[in-house]
């Protein structure tokens, strides 16, 4: 097995135990949710397989869903960002992202906040339209979004640069 693997499983382990042991407990006012473990997802190498990334966010939303009792809201908002992945990184990156010299755990820079941040808004749009699922309640799927959309990408940046490899 290659580093790159054995980190990504490590990766894929500590999120999902940390999301079920503490970010699962935080519910403040009702609103804000932080949901941190789509860090795997967003951290997945540029130029790893893709459909190995499409098989690990499902396995990683079913896994969610299992602990959460969910019915699918994880497993699909987790596929839905891993299939629009590269779009995003399109739209961030540009010609960077051909060439696939992007990495996301280095400085924080406009592409790789747009990069995240479009991912965390997209996974929790279609999270809380499915778990809501009423259009009558569109102002609380949008302050909801939005609300937990800031929290969870505030925890994301300071959880990527607190663990951020050291450079040799």
């Given at each position: ?141 949008l302050f909801r979004t939005v609300l937990s959309t ?9 959880i990527i640069y607190m663990f951020k490899p050291a450079?040799?």
């Amino acid at each position: 097995m290659n580093s790159t693997l054995l980190i990504n499983i490590a990766r894929f382990i500590i999120l999902i135990l940390a999301q079920v042991a503490f970010f699962d407990k935080i519910n403040f006012l009702g609103y804000i949710n932080p949901y941190p473990y789509i860090l795997f997802i967003i951290l997945y190498p540029v130029n790893a397989n893709k459909n190995g990334l499409l098989l690990a966010s499902f396995l990683l939303g079913l896994t969610m869903d299992m602990f959460n009792n969910s019915g699918g809201v994880h497993a699909t908002s987790c596929i839905t960002l891993a299939y629009l992945r590269p779009s995003f990184f399109k739209f961030s990156f540009g010609l960077s992202y051909e060439y696939q010299t992007v990495k996301i755990n280095e400085r924080l820079t406009p592409e790789r906040f747009s990069f995240i941040l479009i991912s965390i808004l997209t996974h929790h749009i279609v999270f809380f339209l499915l778990e809501i699922f009423r259009f009558s309640f569109f102002w609380n799927i949008l302050f909801r979004t939005v609300l937990s959309t800031i929290f969870t990408l505030l925890l994301c940046i300071l959880i990527i640069y607190m663990f951020k490899p050291a450079k040799n």
